[in-house]
């Protein structure tokens, strides 16, 4: 199963733009990237998921190496609501399983004045 | 759509008592999970349903746990006898599954329980 690997806090200010790694050595090759804000006292809210390259949304990008062993997902000029935790997941939801639905223990997002 | 929605928002039993957790998912969605979050050990998958039949349960804790979806718009997970470090918060989440949007899963606001 895929683990992942995350910074535990990060700390940025207004208007910067935040890049948070994920490390996740051994994806497997139909394994998805999918990464997810999560507010205190409310479930987790999708944000971007990518197999490969990179995806761009509304609110942020997700860039994957080649390799797929890690993944960064980027925020651009962050706001204080974007203080939050920050979950990457690897995997995918099948017809007959639910493989690696691993949260893991998330990035603390925290943007400061 | 009012997305998934979940009752009660907070439980607070004793130990030993039964707890009935309800979820309903987004309509149209044909995939349903529950997980649970507490501060050790994070957010973690209890069960999988896939179009109302459960697909993958290995993350149920024990036999004391277990979780139905009698149709698509409604499941519950239930806890007999509970216990203490049954304490987390519950969460529901629903899903369409299908071509791109393999884990874009919608959650609910969860069930904080607390066992006493």
């Known amino acids: 199963l895929a683990k992942t690997t995350q910074p535990i806090s990060m700390d940025s200010y207004e208007g910067q733009e935040v890049n948070i790694t994920c490390s996740h050595n051994?994806?497997?090759?139909?394994?998805?990237i999918t990464w997810y804000q999560q507010f205190p006292s409310q479930g987790p809210r999708f944000i971007i998921q990518?197999?490969?390259t990179k995806v761009t949304n509304e609110v942020a990008s997700l860039f994957i190496p080649a390799d797929r062993k890690s993944s960064t997902l980027s925020l651009p000029r962050v706001s204080l609501s974007d203080t939050a935790v920050y979950y990457c997941?690897?995997?995918?939801?099948?017809?007959?399983?639910?493989?690696?639905?691993?949260f893991g223990s998330g990035t603390q997002l925290t943007v400061l004045p | 759509d009012a997305g998934v929605i979940q009752s009660p928002r907070h439980e607070v039993t004793e130990m030993g008592q039964e707890v009935t957790l309800r979820c309903k998912p987004i309509?149209?969605?044909?995939?349903l999970f529950w997980y649970r979050q507490t501060m050790m050990r994070g957010l973690e998958l209890l069960i999988y349903?896939?179009?109302?039949?459960?697909?993958?349960d290995s993350g149920m804790p024990e036999d004391r746990f277990s979780a139905k979806m009698p149709n698509a718009s409604f499941s519950t997970l239930k806890i007999q006898p509970s216990e203490p470090r049954d304490s987390a918060v519950y969460f529901c989440?629903?899903?369409?599954?299908?071509?791109?949007?393999?884990?874009?899963?919608?959650f609910g606001p969860g069930t904080r329980l607390t066992v006493l």
């Open positions: 989440a629903s899903l369409l599954r299908g071509p791109g949007s393999y884990n874009e899963q919608f």
């Open positions: 349903f896939n179009n109302n039949v459960p697909i993958d």
């Open positions: 990518g197999y490969k």
């Open positions: 051994n994806i497997a090759t139909n394994d998805y």
């Open positions: 997941l690897v995997g995918r939801i099948s017809s007959g399983s639910a493989r690696q639905l691993t």
């Open positions: 309509s149209g969605h044909n995939s």
